[in-house]
């Protein structure tokens, strides 16, 4: 497809001037345990009814013992690597979007390069939350787009099950752990990610956080006694936010390239709850057959949400190459985003 089928508006071609960024592949991992509805009504005051109506989710994956977010994240990224074709020592930088790394310090971006043995990359994290895998996705195009950089691995990868408090029936029912990478270069042929919007809210940071760990609360006995190491959320406020963040990232990235949703061919949403889904789809007017739902298999993944998602779309053919997909995601900050591209 031309960058003038695409767009009815010149000015809308502005970022083509330049170099364009492409995902040249995805690939994702998840753990191999699942822990079903069934499983949380043992653990929490709960039930399969309570979980499904509200939020949609069945099943989510649940790491082992000794399966941290690198890991996670390394196995995601060597998928992403061989259906690309890029090798370890072609990759310049990996960024790391997670909001549960292996430690505080060093980034998990720089365990994930040993673990692939990418020699030469540069490595990083980002802390977007739930929006991070679109917001390392912006951050990659624009080294892409400069000519800083020819290959970018970006991962989106969590270990929720580290951080939830599995007695607080509120949260610990809604994570999972899982992990998405995509490989961004330059292709002549194609238009990649058409636009990306970003955007925060830090005025609403409390909302969903955990409160300890960081220099604010450092860990003691006290701090960990009183649950300030687990995730907290304020669940329905989250979910009014969402809602509208959601709606306009989307609304503002269909604006940016000048076009409408029905020449959108898949709408890849983070992947919280169904209703939230639901709510921002309807009012953009997308067809159910357009949205990509996979949340009843893993609950949220936060970071690796959409990058899971957008895998599976992939590998089901519900995307072929030149076909446009909006990917719109919000968490924790606030923060959101929504990127437009062409697949
Ligand atoms: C958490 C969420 C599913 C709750 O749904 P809801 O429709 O707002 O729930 P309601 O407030 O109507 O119901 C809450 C009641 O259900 C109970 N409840 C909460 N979790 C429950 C569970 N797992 N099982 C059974 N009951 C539960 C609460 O204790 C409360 O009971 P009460 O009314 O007796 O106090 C919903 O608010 C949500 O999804 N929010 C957004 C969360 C999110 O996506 N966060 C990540 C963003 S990236």
């Given at each position: 497809m031309s960058t003038t089928q695409i767009f009815k508006n010149p000015r809308a071609q502005h970022n083509f001037q330049g170099r364009t960024c492409s995902i040249t592949a995805v690939g994702s991992y998840v753990p191999e345990r699942i822990m079903t509805n069934a499983d949380m009504e043992k653990i929490v005051d709960t039930t399969d009814e309570w979980i499904t109506t509200r939020t949609g989710i069945k099943e989510r994956r649940i790491a082992a013992e000794n399966e941290f977010t690198s890991d996670m994240a390394a196995k995601a990224a060597q998928r992403a690597m061989e259906r690309a074709g890029v090798t370890a020592a072609q990759i310049d930088l990996i960024i790391v979007a997670t909001i549960t790394p292996d430690m505080m310090f060093p980034s998990t971006a720089c365990l994930v390069q040993s673990k692939i043995g990418a020699k030469r990359a540069a490595a990083f994290d980002i802390e977007a939350?739930?929006?991070?895998?679109?917001?390392?996705?912006?951050?990659?195009?624009?080294?892409?787009?400069?000519?800083?950089?020819?290959?970018?691995?970006?991962?989106?990868?969590?270990?929720?099950?580290?951080?939830?408090?599995?007695?607080?029936?509120?949260?610990?029912?809604?994570?999972?752990?899982?992990?998405?990478?995509?490989?961004?270069?330059?292709?002549?042929?194609?238009?990649?990610?058409?636009?990306?919007?970003?955007?925060?809210?830090?005025?609403?940071?409390?909302?969903?956080?955990?409160?300890?760990?960081?220099?604010?609360?450092?860990?003691?006995?006290?701090?960990?006694?009183?649950?300030?190491?687990?995730?907290?959320?304020?669940?329905?406020?989250?979910?009014?936010?969402?809602?509208?963040?959601?709606?306009?990232?989307?609304?503002?990235?269909?604006?940016?390239?000048?076009?409408?949703?029905?020449?959108?061919?898949?709408?890849?949403?983070?992947?919280?709850?169904?209703?939230?889904i639901d709510a921002v789809t309807e009012r953009l007017k997308v067809k159910p057959d357009q949205v990509f739902v996979n949340l009843d298999k893993y609950g949220n993944t936060s970071a690796a949400s959409v990058a899971i998602a957008l895998d599976e779309a992939v590998q089901q053919n519900r995307l072929q190459r030149g076909d446009l997909a909006l990917l719109v995601v919000f968490g924790a900050g606030l923060t959101w985003a929504a990127a437009v591209i062409e697949w």
């Open positions: 939350a739930c929006s991070g895998f679109i917001y390392a996705m912006e951050i990659g195009q624009q080294f892409i787009m400069s000519r800083t950089y020819e290959t970018v691995l970006i991962i989106g990868a969590e270990r929720l099950s580290s951080i939830v408090d599995w007695k607080d029936r509120n949260t610990c029912v809604l994570f999972g752990d899982g992990a998405g990478a995509a490989i961004l270069q330059h292709r002549p042929d194609a238009h990649g990610l058409l636009t990306a919007c970003m955007g925060a809210d830090g005025d609403k940071a409390m909302l969903l956080c955990m409160p300890g760990g960081g220099s604010r609360i450092p860990a003691t006995a006290d701090s960990v006694e009183a649950g300030l190491h687990h995730l907290q959320m304020d669940g329905k406020e989250t979910f009014k936010n969402a809602v509208n963040a959601m709606m306009s990232a989307a609304t503002e990235a269909l604006r940016r390239c000048e076009i409408d949703i029905t020449q959108i061919k898949l709408v890849i949403p983070h992947q919280a709850n169904r209703r939230i």
